[in-house]
């Protein structure tokens, strides 16, 4: 996981200790209906594309940043999905930091670019059918935010 020099610079003060952090999860579709996912390339866990809202950058912006340097695309944000946080999206890193995300997801289709890993955090980038996605190896908090969102149904938490 890259960490911005906000978050470095927030951390040599606060160590481990929880941060709370906004962000953005962009949940891109083709026309098929498909949901493109990014495999995470350290995990290999397959997530969502996003990330953390820089200081002083809007929502919006930070949604089509993530999905140009996560997927390699630029998009058309359709419309907010949603506004998701709480006890399932809390994260302890394998280094010790905590984290509880607060994250405003999107809806959005591709305007221009072919999906491929956009970054050294992208292992590769794939199109699921909706259905097919409670079976995929995913990240505990991406598993909750896409039932949260309404992509998977919440049975398939367990």
């Not at 390339?41 to 997530?47: G, I």
């Amino acid at each position: 996981m890259a960490i911005s020099d906000y978050l470095s610079g927030l951390r040599e003060r606060v160590g481990h200790d929880l941060v709370l952090l906004p962000a953005v999860c962009i949940l891109i579709w083709d026309d098929a209906g498909r949901l493109l996912l990014m495999q995470e390339a350290e995990t290999r866990k397959w997530q969502t594309i996003g990330g953390m809202v820089d200081p002083d950058e809007s929502p919006w912006d930070a949604a089509r940043r993530e999905a140009e340097e996560e997927a390699g695309v630029e998009v058309r944000l359709e419309r907010i999905r949603a506004a998701l946080g709480g006890p399932g999206y809390r994260v302890r890193y394998p280094n010790g930091d905590l984290c509880s995300y607060v994250s405003t997801v999107f809806d959005a289709v591709i305007v221009s670019g072919e999906p491929g890993a956009g970054d050294d955090e992208v292992h590769r980038v794939a199109w699921f059918e909706p259905a097919d996605i409670p079976s995929l190896d995913l990240d505990p908090l991406n598993r909750h935010l896409l039932a949260d969102a309404g992509v998977i149904g919440r049975r398939s938490l367990t």
